[in-house]
């Protein structure tokens, strides 16, 4: 019990450090949600955290976000029939209940993917010059590491490729002019792979392959541009440096950043074709939400203070 609650004060540390990383950028247009399709969607969103907390650890429930919340609800999306509601207490506040979608296949194999990716991207972490941050990425990865390995045993062709894509990154990132496409190629492929995994039919696979990869290069891209002024002064690598001068002042990375935003905009045009390929069979209205909205509400939101949607916690 002791060891959780010092796991706790951590987590809530690598939590308010992580920002936008680690909540996602898949979200939805809060403001256009029906009533009842937000209450399905954090519905999902407490089932996500539950599954991560009973399946995996307690420590796990951190690694909630919206990218697997969208990845749960689009695996749903492909099936027949709902996902089953009953009413719980939330984890974070035992005194409140909350809707909590049940745990089934979709759920449990998003909570999967949300251990496994994060588990590398908190090794990746660990190489951050602030002490800070590289303390938190070190406790937080030993935190989860149980429910890692039962994730690996779980999916091992997944958490092999994941490995594989992150040392590739790496190699990427050691070359200061890397493009935006090579930089982003490692996260677009560990994406595609795991939304493939959605279906058996041949088809509906490719057209799944497409929009992972769409949407990984996407969310790298923008928290790409999220990062480029803390970038800038740490020195770290970001691909939107190449775009700005040796000593950017502050005006310029403004205006590098909302040039940039334009070319996401045109590239969320590629996401809605091939999302439209798809046959849904249930939550369209949500889906098309985050698709044809969401997607800019994330790239007008880049370099912005950032506003967790479902609890209404901001982060730092």
């Known amino acids: 019990m002791q060891a959780e609650i010092n796991y706790s004060i951590i987590l809530k540390t690598y939590k308010k450090r992580a920002g936008e990383d680690l909540f996602g950028y898949i979200i939805p247009s809060k403001p256009d949600l029906t009533i009842r399709d937000f209450n399905t969607y954090r519905a999902v969103y407490c089932g996500l955290c539950k599954t991560l907390s009973n399946k995996f650890t307690a420590s796990s429930r951190i690694l909630v976000g919206y990218d697997f919340v969208f990845l749960t609800l689009l695996s749903l999306s492909l099936k027949d029939g709902e996902i089953t509601v009953s009413r719980e ?85 050691r070359n200061s002019t890397s493009s935006t496409d090579l930089a982003s190629q490692s996260s677009a492929n560990g994406l595609s792979a795991i939304f493939e995994m959605l279906s058996e039919e041949e088809n509906t696979k490719r057209i799944l392959k497409r929009l992972g990869y769409l949407l990984g290069r996407f969310i790298y891209l923008c928290d790409a541009g999220d990062d480029l002024s803390d970038d800038i002064k740490y020195n770290r690598f970001n691909p939107l440096r190449n775009r700005l001068s040796q000593n950017p002042a502050e005006d310029e990375i403004k205006q590098a950043v909302e040039e940039f935003k334009g070319s996401l905009r045109l590239n969320v045009g590629e996401i809605a074709s091939t999302y439209n390929l798809l046959e849904i069979k249930n939550y369209r209205e949500i889906l098309d939400n985050i698709i ?12 912005k203070l950032k506003t967790e949607i479902v609890t209404g916690e901001k982060t730092e």
């Open 89 to 173: 207490r939330c984890n974070t506040n035992p005194l409140k209940k909350v809707p909590v979608a049940k745990g089934n296949e979709s759920i449990e194999f998003s909570a999967a993917m949300a251990v496994i990716t994060a588990y590398y991207k908190l090794a990746d972490d660990m190489s951050d010059e602030r002490f800070i941050k590289k303390a938190a990425s070190f406790a937080t990865k030993l935190a989860i590491s149980r429910g890692y390995k039962r994730a690996k045993r779980l999916y091992p062709e997944i958490d092999k490729l994941i490995n594989t894509e992150m040392e590739n990154q790496s190699g990427i990132e």
């Open 292 to 303: 044809f909205l969401g997607l800019y509400t994330s790239i007008d939101n880049i370099g």
